[in-house]
């Protein structure tokens, strides 16, 4: 159940030393390797605390702009934004922005956006936030994120960095952990190269066996958690695929203009969250959720976007980053009734197999104080951490738990099986949801 990727300079390591002059070679590859890695990130798009605006390719969809009305319907928006909110209201006056801008085809609004530039679009998300005298704001969150959701998909990759850089609001805010606080880590955000999602049907065990893995391109095996403490979220993400390997494209996804839109479920609502593409970024490497490398050239980034996402509707990763319940997340994946297990029950492993045997998510937690950096039994689970059941052995009476932290954990972490006694002894919770 252990798989991993493995690439040729790791097999090439290992085997290094048996070959004549093998580790002379590998030595002149990795300082090599070393150079060209540093080279390549310096080409990176990153912005130590702020945001990436670069100008990439992109085909407008729709006809081609019309300059004159560019001009007045830019004009017009400009002067509402700027309009006296005591004497008009702040909400008539967005209510008119929106409704000069939304007939506009997108490379038309495009055009309206940059001559915003940061000025206008600062105005505009501040003007959201504008109380009247019963200190309500002229938009609440929803509408907001709407705002951002319509701007996001439809201008230019350009206009969306532009507008994730003005626009405050548009964007979910990250701390530094402390001890990175302490070394002297600079925050900020990365444009990643890396593909969105990619399909790899191969993995190979620590024994150099190939066995077949992932056969869709958003899978749970493509998680690795980061820095942030979104094991809850992360894992019962992990549940849901295994259980529904469907689930990824239909509420994941990748816009033409590059950003993302995932859909998420309020109080059993479907709500979109677009985010720009670029994630946080610390010591040239991502700092979030990411696929099998921390290296922002390379990882599948899909899983940083779902953390965006959330982070983005939760308003900051700060609100998502310490630590969480997995039925909370289940809830917002599915939009299906979360159940517990009673994991104190003599049938629980038979109870878990049958969940799973109907197509059900299920995630589990450890005991533990609030944080995962202690170990419990013999340093194979981490306290206070979520997991999902990936396996169950009911004739061995034992279930499988699987890892968020991924393939970049090390061996004896990456998964775990655990019997009757040892559920009774180290989880805490443990829960379950449909996911069709």
């Known amino acids: 159940m252990g798989y991993h990727r ?76 700027f309009a006296d909110t005591d004497r008009f209201g702040a909400r008539p006056l967005l209510d008119q922005v929106g409704n000069l801008l939304v007939p506009l085809p997108p490379a038309e609004l495009d ?32 509408r907001q994120q709407e705002v951002f959701n319509w701007l996001l998909r439809t201008v230019s990759p350009y206009a969306t960095m532009l507008i994730g850089d003005s626009m405050p609001c548009s964007q979910p805010t990250y701390r530094l952990l402390p001890e990175d606080e302490r070394a002297g880590r600079t925050a900020g955000w990365v444009l990643p190269e890396g593909p969105f999602a990619q399909v790899d049907g191969t993995y190979l065990t620590e024994n150099w066996q190939r066995v077949s893995a992932s056969t869709e391109a958003m899978s ?18 992990q549940a849901v695929l295994q259980a529904n390997p469907a689930y990824a494209p239909r509420h994941l996804r990748q816009e033409a203009n590059g950003s993302v839109t995932f859909t998420l479920y309020e109080k059993g609502r479907p709500y979109d969250v677009t985010v720009v593409a670029d994630l946080p970024m610390v010591g040239n490497s991502l700092y979030g959720a990411k696929g099998h490398s921390s290296d922002p050239r390379y990882a599948e980034t899909w899983p940083g976007y779902y953390e965006k996402a959330v982070a983005q509707w939760y308003r900051g990763y700060e609100e998502i980053a310490h630590g969480g319940l997995a039925a909370r997340a289940l809830a917002f994946l599915t939009a299906r009734p979360v159940q517990d297990i009673d994991i104190s029950s003599p049938w629980v492993i038979h109870e878990i197999a049958d969940r799973k045997a109907r197509g059900q998510a299920v995630t589990v937690g450890t005991k ?69």
């Open 6 to 81: 493995n690439n040729w300079q790791q097999a090439a390591n290992n085997v290094a030393g048996y070959l004549p002059f093998g580790r002379e070679v590998m030595a002149v590859v990795n300082i090599t390797k070393a150079f060209t890695d540093e080279v390549g990130l310096e080409r990176l798009k990153y912005v130590p605390d702020g945001h990436p605006v670069v100008e990439l390719p992109w085909q407008p969809p729709g006809p081609p702009p019309d300059p004159a009305r560019v001009e007045a319907v830019g004009r017009q928006a400009w002067e509402a934004l």
């Open 111 to 142: 055009l309206v956006i940059r001559r915003f530039g940061p000025q206008g679009l600062l105005r505009w998300d501040e003007l959201m936030h504008v109380t009247d005298a019963n200190e309500e704001e002229a938009y609440d969150f929803y």
């Open 220 to 237: 749970w095996q493509d998680m690795d958690q980061g820095r942030f403490g979104t094991c809850w979220m992360l894992t019962s993400m």
């Open 368 to 436: 533990g104080q609030g944080s995962d950096r202690d170990t419990l039994m013999g340093g194979r689970l981490a306290t206070s951490h979520a997991y999902f059941v990936k396996d169950v052995d009911v004739p061995g009476g034992r279930i499988c738990l699987g890892n968020p932290w991924g393939d970049g954990a090390s061996r004896t972490m990456w998964e775990a099986w655990l019997g009757f006694h040892d559920i009774q002894h180290y989880l805490s919770n443990a829960e379950a949801a449909f996911t069709w």
